[in-house]
């Protein structure tokens, strides 16, 4: 069985995705660790910016939005 894997910025709204790694400097990193981003964890993009730049996610029953430059650093399982 394969698992498709893709970044945060790609997940569709009202999918849920499994993190699988983020691959950023450590600083954003440690940032986006201390929003719950932690591997093995369930996200789901719920909203979208008018101007498409920052989009809000669901995380361990927190809503938190992430800016593309750094959600497309963070891999997913689907």
């Given amino acids: 069985m394969k698992i ?3 970044d ?11 993190i699988k790694e983020i691959k950023c ?3 954003i990193k440690r940032r ?7 591997k093995e964890t369930k996200i789901k993009p719920i909203l979208v ?3 498409g730049d920052p989009r809000a996610f669901e995380v ?3 809503i938190i939005a992430i800016r593309k430059e750094d959600a497309k650093r963070v891999e ?3």
């Fill in 60 to 62: 361990r029953g927190t």
């Fill in 4 to 6: 498709d894997t893709i």
């Fill in 32 to 38: 986006l660790l201390d929003l719950g981003l932690v």
């Fill in 49 to 51: 910016s008018p101007s």
């Fill in 76 to 78: 997913l399982y689907i």
């Fill in 8 to 18: 945060l910025n790609q997940l569709p709204l009202n999918t849920i995705g499994i």
């Fill in 25 to 27: 400097e450590e600083n």
